[in-house]
């Protein structure tokens, strides 16, 4: 899935545009914009700033109009409303209504996904497109829905679609933003959940979001009833980068994140063993992400042998259980090592002072460093990298040493998104030289003294 998302969000047309090589070769695109993930050129920094200046004026002037209906669209990857008044929410139009006395309120209305990924159409075709609209009592009453439910609590409401079900998305994409627009109401705030349509995504979350809000969720797209709020955010905040949460913009960070996320699935263990200081006998836990159809380990018996001769106890595990028993697996471990993948956003359940072991595969380079390096900066985890050379990849069966998809990827990737994902995503394996990484497993034994 994660793959696939990766290609589809990357359109002929837009690579044509962007010209493969030149964002390989340059660091700074690839730093700012996770372009695995956010391809849309008209998020350039330049370009941005026009963009934005421009809406910033229509929505000035619209929020003028609806006095207490607050619509940012400003940002680079979301839309938030934030409303307050009469807020009736009708989810057979998904309509948001927001009802004002009298002549006030000048039939201004926007249009929001509310999947904080606004950069990508390819993501927005599995969110539905709600509509926030002020009316006026005086306009014609059928206009205006009544309430079947009112509440008394305020509540946000949010999109589980997009990218959902791949774990990188679900975490950078709803998790996170959804902490950042719901910590502040300490439980007291009620969550309406559109495109959960397959409640497995509740399911999935379910002690997360149990811990954020106090009530029942709702899934909106199958409740007939209007539900009546006075105070309501539609859409989700987030911060520009991958995984992050920008301390400047939020009294929330990623520290008080991880914290939060531990509490909500009852993590015992809040820092990686110190050794030399807890009890001497004991080793630290190792715990290796296989995964199994692409970038999959080779030699994973080596590589646990070696562990184990360095000093490690070692546990080689797929995150294909429950979420729960994923986190209190990675949450148990000092060291969690994988090949570059959405398994390794379980970092997330890693505690303080753990070390972070990426393997690299050939061409893998910048989005390694996007998704999941500097994220972990902000997460109290050590980071190490290994990069595997040719000769430790399964490519070295398909093409000569000394062939460009080992010296070149870049001039890979000019030839199109789809060769370029075939090449380096899907058909390469890793067989780990395990002399060559063994100064990497003794420096993150040397990180945990
Ligand atoms: C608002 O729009 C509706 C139709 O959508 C129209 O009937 C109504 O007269 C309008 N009200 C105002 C105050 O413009
Ligand atoms: C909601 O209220 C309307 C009008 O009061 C009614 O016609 C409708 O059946 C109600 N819907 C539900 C699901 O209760
Ligand atoms: C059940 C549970 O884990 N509750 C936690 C939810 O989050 C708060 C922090 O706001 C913790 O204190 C609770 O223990």
């Known amino acids: 899935m994660y793959d696939a998302i990766l290609a589809r969000s990357f359109s002929r047309y837009e690579q044509k545009k962007l010209g493969y090589g030149a964002l390989l070769?340059?660091?700074?695109?690839?730093?700012?914009?996770?372009?695995?993930?956010?391809?849309?050129?008209?998020?350039?920094?330049?370009?941005?700033?026009?963009?934005?200046?421009?809406?910033?004026?229509?929505?000035?002037?619209?929020?003028q109009r609806a006095k207490d209906t607050v619509c940012n669209t400003m940002e680079t990857r979301t839309d938030v409303c934030e409303i307050n008044g009469d807020i009736r929410i009708d989810s057979r139009s998904a309509t948001v209504f927001v009802v004002s006395p009298g002549q006030e309120a000048k039939n201004s209305s926007w249009t929001i996904r509310p999947y904080p990924r606004k950069e990508d159409p390819k993501a927005f075709k599995s969110v539905r497109e709600w509509t926030v609209k002020s009316v006026a009592t005086t306009d014609e009453v059928s206009d205006i829905p009544q309430c079947n439910q009112s509440h008394s609590a305020p509540a946000i409401l949010f999109s589980a679609g997009g990218y959902s079900g791949n774990n990188f998305h679900d975490f950078t994409d709803?998790?996170?933003?959804?902490?950042?627009?719901?910590?502040?109401?300490?439980?007291?705030?009620?969550?309406?959940?559109?495109?959960?349509?397959?409640?497995?995504?509740?399911?999935?979350?379910?002690?997360?979001?149990?811990?954020?809000?106090?009530?029942?969720?709702?899934n909106i797209d199958k409740d007939n009833s209007?539900?009546?709020?006075?105070?309501?955010?539609?859409?989700?905040?987030?911060?520009?980068?991958?995984?992050?949460?920008?301390?400047?913009?939020?009294?929330?960070?990623?520290?008080?994140?991880?914290?939060?996320?531990?509490?909500?699935?009852?993590?015992?263990?809040?820092v990686a063993i110190k050794m030399g200081q807890d009890d001497e006998k004991q080793r630290p836990l190792l715990v290796i992400i296989s995964r199994k159809r692409t970038r999959s380990f080779i030699n994973t018996d080596e590589i646990v042998r070696t562990a184990e001769e360095v000093g490690f106890e070692v546990m080689v595990t797929e995150p294909d259980t429950s979420m729960s028993q994923f986190a209190e697996i990675v949450n148990s471990c000092d060291v969690l090592m994988g090949v570059h993948g959405a398994g390794l956003t379980n970092m997330l359940f890693l505690p303080e002072n753990a070390v972070l072991i990426q393997v690299v595969p050939i061409g893998a380079a910048w989005v390694s460093k996007t998704c999941f390096e500097d994220p972990s900066k902000d997460m109290n985890i050590r980071y190490l990298e290994y990069k595997i050379e040719a000769e430790e990849s399964s490519l070295i069966q398909q093409f000569p040493a000394g062939h460009e998809v080992f010296s070149n990827p870049s001039s890979i990737g000019?030839?199109?998104?789809?060769?370029f994902r075939s090449v380096y995503l899907d058909k390469q394996n890793v067989k780990v030289d395990v002399n060559r990484f063994r100064p990497t497993l003794l420096k993150a034994l040397e990180l945990l003294h």
């Open 25 to 63: 070769g340059s660091l700074f695109i690839a730093f700012s914009f996770c372009l695995f993930f956010k391809p849309n050129f008209a998020s350039l920094p330049a370009f941005n700033f026009r963009l934005s200046a421009g809406v910033n004026l229509k929505m000035l002037s619209s929020s």
């Open 174 to 218: 709803i998790v996170i933003p959804l902490y950042l627009t719901a910590r502040q109401f300490d439980g007291e705030v009620k969550l309406l959940i559109t495109d959960a349509g397959h409640s497995w995504w509740i399911v999935k979350f379910q002690k997360f979001l149990k811990n954020l809000s106090r009530y029942e969720f709702i």
């Open 226 to 270: 209007v539900h009546c709020f006075r105070s309501v955010i539609v859409g989700l905040k987030r911060h520009p980068r991958e995984l992050m949460i920008d301390p400047s913009r939020s009294p929330y960070s990623m520290k008080d994140f991880r914290m939060f996320l531990r509490s909500s699935y009852s993590l015992p263990k809040a």
């Open 414 to 419: 000019k030839q199109g998104w789809d060769l």
